[in-house]
C-alpha cells in the first residue's frame, strides 16, 4: 500500500489530493514537527533529508511533490486523466510542474521571512530593525515581483480553465499550494480567473477528501 508521511504544516495535501484523483489506495502517518519548525527524527528515519511530503511505495521512497507526483502519474495513470496528450498542453504541463516551486515559490517563501523580521524569533531588540528592513525590502523588490507573477498567472487562466489546458492535471495539483499562498499571502487584488481556478479546485471532491485526510491547508504567512 501507498504510504504519504504528513507533518503538520507540509504540502502534503497536493499528494493526497493526487491519490484521491487516482481513486488510489493509502495511508497517511501524521507526524508534529519540533518547535524551530524542523523535521521530528522519526521522518529522518524515512528519509535523511526530513523532507515533507515522502511517499512510500513498494520498496521505493519519494520526496518532493513534483517529482512524487510525476512518479503517481507515470505509475498508476494509465488512462492518462492527469496528463495532456496534446503537444501544446504537454509543454504547459511540464512547465507548470517546474515553475511552481522553482520559481513562484521562492518569491512566497521569501515574502514569509521579510514579513517576519519584526516579529519573534527575532530578538527583541533587533524587531524594529529587522521589520523596517523586511518591509523596505518586500515594498522595493519583492512586492513588485509577486505581482509580475501575479500578472503572467492571471493571463494564462484567462485562456483555459487549468493551467495544462481544458481538464485538471498534475500541474494543477502542483501549482495549488503557491497559488494559493499568492492569493491568501500576496497582497494582491482582483486576479478574477485565478480565483475562479481556486473556486474549480476547492469545488472538487478530490480536494475536499484530501483537506479531511491531511489536515487543515496551511499557507505561509498565517
Known amino acids: 500500500m501507498l504510504t504519504v508521511h504528513n507533518p503538520h504544516q507540509s504540502r502534503s495535501q497536493r499528494v493526497l489530493w493526487a491519490l484521491e484523483e487516482l481513486q488510489l489506495s493509502d495511508q497517511v502517518v501524521c507526524y508534529q514537527r519540533e518547535k524551530n519548525m524542523q523535521a521530528p527524527a522519526e521522518l529522518k528515519k524515512i528519509h535523511p533529508l526530513g523532507k515533507s511530503p515522502v511517499l512510500e511505495d513498494q520498496g521505493v521512497v519519494l520526496a518532493e511533490s513534483g517529482a512524487i507526483l510525476e512518479y503517481l502519474q507515470e505509475t498508476y495513470d494509465s488512462a492518462q486523466q492527469l496528463r495532456p496528450l496534446g503537444r501544446e498542453e504537454k509543454l504547459q504541463y511540464r ?13 512566497l517563501l521569501m515574502k514569509l521571512v521579510f514579513a517576519s ?21 518586500q515594498k522595493a523588490w519583492l512586492d513588485k515581483q509577486l505581482a509580475t507573477h501575479a500578472a503572467y498567472i492571471e493571463q494564462h487562466l484567462a485562456r483555459q480553465p487549468w493551467f495544462a489546458g481544458d481538464a485538471l492535471s498534475m500541474a494543477d495539483i502542483q501549482m495549488s499550494f503557491p497559488v494559493m499562498a499568492l492569493l491568501a499571502r500576496g497582497g494582491i487584488e482582483g486576479l478574477p480567473h485565478t480565483r475562479r481556478w481556486q473556486q474549480q479546485v476547492e469545488s472538487r471532491p478530490g480536494w475536499i477528501n484530501a483537506i479531511e485526510r491531511g489536515g487543515p491547508f496551511t ?3 498565517g
Not at 95 to 107: I, V
Open 117 to 137: 523580521l519584526g516579529k519573534p524569533p527575532v530578538p527583541l531588540g533587533m524587531r524594529t530593525l529587522g521589520g523596517a528592513l523586511g518591509k523596505g525590502v
Open 219 to 221: 499557507l505561509p504567512g
Open 95 to 107: 512547465f507548470w510542474l517546474h515553475y511552481a516551486e522553482g520559481s513562484l515559490m521562492p518569491l
